[in-house]
């Protein structure tokens, strides 16, 4: 297994640019999410799903869209880029249930915006 | 829940001690309580969890405790290896919000030989 597969892992972005990060995992996982970091701080939630066609919104969703067509796939959307939006991506996966509550983290993409 | 954060986020640990990593939460409503360890250009990588109706829960070389009165949750490492270097998180799962995994700040353990 891949685990969880994130790309690109580096873009830079002209501000007002769109862009869609990559996310993709073969654990069959019902979960997913997308997190940013920013430098020195910790992991904020942007959105969520608990399966496929289902998606909410986190702590910090402003600016960003996702999708959950297949239980495999979840596609952040990036409209118009800000420098704000400067940061690393993580997205993660989880089959929470009979007290498992492990996400599994794919390496991250550095996006910067210009 | 809506506010998981921690107490220092810089530890520095001589090789072989123990370490304990603070972390304080706001919302009594989390379900479970999950400490992550995040290496330098990595994604986090779960370490331990622990249920909101349990006090203390034992890994290899790793203990959670959990102090729902003061809404204090701890992680110890004993005998801390070089490996050990890196950032810490706490977090949590509320199953009533959709089981969202939402992080506090993060610690830095940094171990010295």
């Known amino acids: 297994n891949a685990g969880v597969t994130q790309t690109p892992k580096f873009r830079i972005l002209k501000i007002g640019q769109s862009m869609t990060l990559q996310c993709t995992q073969d654990?069959?996982?019902?979960?997913m999410y997308w997190y940013r970091q920013d430098p020195g701080m910790g992991l904020k939630l942007i959105y969520y799903?608990?399966?496929?066609?289902?998606?909410d919104k986190g702590e910090v969703p402003n600016g960003y869209n996702v999708s959950r067509s297949t239980t495999e796939d979840f596609p952040l959307r990036l409209e118009l880029a800000a420098p704000s939006q400067t940061s690393v991506y993580f997205c993660?996966?989880?089959?929470?249930?009979?007290?498992?509550?492990?996400?599994?983290f794919g390496q991250g993409t550095r996006l910067t915006v210009v | 829940g809506e506010s998981v954060g921690l107490h220092l986020p810089t530890l520095s640990v001589q090789e072989g001690d123990n370490s304990i990593i603070n972390c304080a939460y706001s919302?009594?409503?989390?379900?479970?309580f999950i400490w992550y360890k995040q290496e330098s250009g990595k994604g986090p990588q779960f370490i331990i969890d622990?249920?909101?109706?349990?006090d203390k829960r034992q890994g290899q070389r790793v203990t959670v405790l959990l102090n729902k009165t003061v809404k204090h949750l701890s992680l110890q490492i004993a005998a801390t290896q070089p490996g050990d270097s890196a950032v810490y998180f706490c977090?949590?799962?509320?199953?009533?919000?959709?089981?969202?995994?939402?992080f506090g700040g993060g610690t830095r353990v940094l171990v010295k030989p």
């Open positions: 919302n009594s409503a989390s379900d479970y």
């Open positions: 654990m069959n996982h019902n979960y």
């Open positions: 993660a996966s989880s089959h929470l249930g009979q007290g498992n509550t492990e996400a599994f």
């Open positions: 977090a949590d799962t509320i199953k009533a919000a959709g089981n969202k995994l939402t």
């Open positions: 799903s608990v399966g496929a066609g289902i998606t």
């Open positions: 622990i249920r909101s109706n349990m």
